[in-house]
């Protein structure tokens, strides 16, 4: 995807982010929740967009810096965050303007299913991280390619296209499936380890109105999937 995309449409999918079911309700809440308590942590947010999950990180004690590949995006996450805060125009697709060992974790919340390729951003996502750093991610679930592509085969890395309409604006997105073991795969192989893999259910307070049809008394949907992944130290890579 053009690192530009989301300047055509950065304020309609930021006012969206904001109260959406899938974002506020679900999304944000558990990289929330997987973050656990990030009280003096220096914590990088990869594709921050508007900066929703940074400005809660950051009210929870954490030191933020920030970037996304979007011009747009990153004035609206500067004008939200402050200038106390850094946010940079980078790409997560080529080297990342930072120390090596600088950060106690990064989250990357719904960015890397954009790219065919995970090699490249999980090895700079690596280099940044302290050894024992963590990686926290959400990316699309890979069933949502078997329900809505039932002809297509889950085990290839392929992509899709989507079509949404945000805040009354329409974008289309596209995206790469890639099957579970590909991911798990691609961690492994850039050196992390899996500590944690989250299908967990939507927020307490989200409003029942705004729920799926059909979804009866259950408190879960299968949307995104979450990882916690742990930088393993040099020579302890993970083969």
């Known amino acids: 995807m053009k690192s530009d995309h989301y300047d055509t449409f950065a304020g309609s999918y930021a006012r969206e982010n904001e109260s959406s079911l899938f974002n506020a309700y679900y999304e944000r809440?558990?990289?929330?929740?997987?973050?656990g308590d990030v009280v003096g942590r220096n914590i990088l947010d990869a594709g921050c967009g508007a900066g929703p999950?940074?400005?809660a990180l950051r009210d929870g004690g954490a030191r933020i810096t920030a970037f996304d590949a979007s011009r747009e995006m990153v004035a609206l996450a500067q004008e939200r965050l402050g200038p106390d805060t850094r946010v940079l125009q980078a790409d997560l697709g080529g080297t990342l303007p930072f120390e090596t060992g600088e950060f106690d974790d990064v989250v990357?919340?719904?960015?890397?299913?954009?790219f065919e390729d995970w090699s490249g951003?999980?090895?700079?996502?690596?280099?940044?991280?302290?050894?024992?750093?963590?990686?926290?991610?959400s990316v699309n679930h890979p069933i949502i390619r078997e329900?809505?592509?039932?002809?297509?085969?889950?085990?290839?890395?392929?992509?899709?296209?989507e079509e949404y309409d945000f805040a009354g604006q329409t974008a289309s997105l596209t995206y790469w499936h890639r099957p579970l073991?590909?991911?798990?795969?691609?961690?492994?192989?850039?050196?992390?380890?899996?500590?944690?893999?989250?299908?967990?259910p939507f927020a307490p307070d989200t409003p029942r109105e705004v729920l799926p049809p059909g979804l009866g008394d259950s408190t879960s949907f299968l949307c995104f999937l979450f990882f916690v992944l742990e930088a393993l130290p040099p020579g302890r890579d993970q083969r």
């Open 181 to 200: 073991h590909a991911m798990t795969d691609a961690f492994t192989r850039a050196g992390f380890a899996i500590s944690v893999i989250s299908e967990p």
């Open 108 to 114: 990357v919340s719904l960015v890397l299913h954009y």
């Open 147 to 161: 329900v809505a592509y039932p002809d297509d085969d889950y085990f290839a890395t392929s992509p899709y296209t």
């Open 29 to 35: 809440p558990a990289m929330i929740g997987l973050a």
């Open 53 to 55: 999950l940074s400005a």
């Open 121 to 137: 951003p999980l090895a700079e996502l690596r280099r940044i991280l302290k050894p024992g750093g963590r990686l926290i991610l």
